[in-house]
């Protein structure tokens, strides 16, 4: 019994030591791994930031191809609604026409 209760602090600091280089040796691997992260997300911001041109010309590409194809649907729109408007107008007219000859 005197030899157990000799043993085990001593088993117990062993143990505590190798816990305490392992918890060390994770927490540097894992303080490099996050370097290596930010420098990666730095590199992926610095090209990003230089495509924002690209993509700005885009948008405004696309917004003048919208304003275009809007005036051009509008135009269509209103030609083809006169021309109806015109048709309708004619047959009122001829109808009533046809009601003042009887």
Known sequence: MELLNELLPILLYILGIVLLIVLIVLSWKLIQTVDRCNLLLDDIEKKSSSLNGIFHIIDTVT?????????LVDTITSAISHLFQKREKEKEDLSWETTEKK
């Open 63 to 71: 917004d003048a191809v919208s304003g275009v194809t809007y005036h």
